[in-house]
């Protein structure tokens, strides 16, 4: 597999530092809020990209945190005169509802930064005994300059960001460049006793000190938002490999944001719908086939249009599959004869471009390609005559290529079920009309057919008896 390394700007094959293993941390959200579709771009991608590896036989070993402590969380909580504590658990729940019904695969380990503040001290003290951090009146700031390599990830240098960087009168660090890793508690914020006085951590060091902490000195893919590589990204690296004086991570990926009329969808800009909005109009594979239409590393527009666009293709193929399951019930060969052995080796090279595709580097525009041609061919050589085997492959094989994208899990109903549910519509609405007669007629021609209604107090059943 490939995959495109930001440190080195470079495709590289991925090799995991343990073989069949992948460590991997993706920075989360910020708990403050409701999140919108612009962080679901994100929190997608990284979930395709995880189960894409999962597909490829790794165990993938998947850390998300949640930043609950910050500028935001705070003043959101005072606002809403709630502890900054309660405003996280909160939206920690609103996040898992959401993720849930974005058919986001639950992380490993989703760790709270609130839940590490001892870790962090630790961290914070190492940096400092070893000469990389400084403490000023109860706040610590690191020491750009002290880390050669500052600067690596983005592909900046440190004289040119030196140069470019104001001077905040309200901090007194000793370069702009600096940045925060303990901040000194300021009235009505909460804070831990730390051996600098009562405090609370900053946002880099969070992420670099849960990701040693859960996953190793050594990870093998970082990743997040474009919008993360520096600063957050870049004083991740310095502080971590101050530290351990190793590689933070092997990989780091980064997705391109989802924007609105060419600008990033933000809160700041206000130009956000939440994931709730959104899935309340659209099914969740609708929204996840859009955000997976473009590759991961390029902006993606948002608009109605577009969703429209992926409802109508989504739609086509949970046609196919629905097709398909209907067919089950009429075919009447079981065995694949062998001209049909020769097609499902056909069908099967479908399986091989697939892979082919999202191998390089989680092609899965590409991918999503490969099955519509996949269902095309599907749609115009399975017929009444196939054999339920052939009909069983062309199934599995569509719900096998969506699953990494998290799309095409979900049975259809056939249309045998439906007529069934139709009519007992009818029946329930001739006997709200007192039509014994017409209700008595659908009950009996269904059991003609083996179908059996039972009336039960959450409503009437059906089954099929022989
Ligand atoms: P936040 O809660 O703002 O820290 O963001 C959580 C994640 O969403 C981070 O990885 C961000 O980089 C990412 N993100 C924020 N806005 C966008 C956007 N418009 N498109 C894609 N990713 C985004
Ligand atoms: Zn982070």
Known sequence: ?????????????????????????????????????????????????????????????????????????????????????????????????????????????NPRATEFIDEIINFVKDLIDKGYAYEINGDVYFNTKSFKEYGKLSGQNLDDLQAGARINIDERKNDPMDFAIWKKQKPDEPGWESPWGMGRPGWHIECSCMAHKLLGETIDIHAGGH??????????????????????????????????????????????????EILDKYEPDVVRLFMLSGHYRT?????????????????????????????????????ASDSEREYLKHLSEYKDKYIEKMDDDFNTADG?????????????????ESSKELVNYCLSLIRELGSPLGVLQKTTKTTLEKEIEELIEKR???????????????????????????????????????
């Not at 099955?371 to 749609?379: C, K």
């Open 368 to 384: 999503i390609s490969v099955i519509f041609d996949m269902i095309r061919d599907m749609n115009t050589n399975i017929t009444t």
């Open 1 to 109: 597999m490939k995959v495109f390394n930001t440190l080195t700007r470079k495709k590289e094959e991925f090799v995991p530092l343990q073989s069949g293993i992948v460590n991997m941390y993706v920075c989360g959200p910020t708990v403050y809020n409701f999140f919108h579709i612009g962080n679901g771009r994100t929190f997608i991608v990284f979930d395709t990209v995880r189960r894409y590896f999962e597909y490829r036989g790794y165990k993938v070993n998947f850390v998300q945190n949640f930043t609950d402590i910050d500028d935001k969380m705070i003043k959101r909580a005072n606002e809403e005169n709630i502890t900054v504590k309660e405003l996280g658990d909160r939206f920690i729940e609103e996040y898992y509802k959401d993720a849930d019904a974005l058919n986001i695969e639950r992380a490993t380990i």
């Open 428 to 466: 329930q609405e001739a006997r709200k009309q007192k039509n014994w007669a017409l209700s008595d007629e659908i009950r009996d021609s269904l059991k003609s057919r083996g179908i059996v209604l039972e009336d039960t107090p959450q409503g009437v059943r059906w089954k099929k008896v022989d």
């Open 227 to 276: 919008d993360l590589i520096f600063p957050h990204h870049e004083n991740e690296i310095a502080q971590s490999e101050c530290r351990t004086g190793k590689a933070f991570a092997k990989y780091w990926m980064h997705s391109a944001f989802l924007n609105v009329n060419n600008e990033k969808m933000s809160k700041s800009l206000n130009n956000f719908f939440t994931a709730r």
């Open 299 to 335: 902006q993606l527009n948002f608009s109605e249009e577009s969703l429209e666009a992926s409802k109508a293709a989504i739609e086509r193929l949970y046609n196919a599959i629905s097709n398909l399951e209907n067919l089950l019930e009429e075919v009447k060969v079981e065995v």
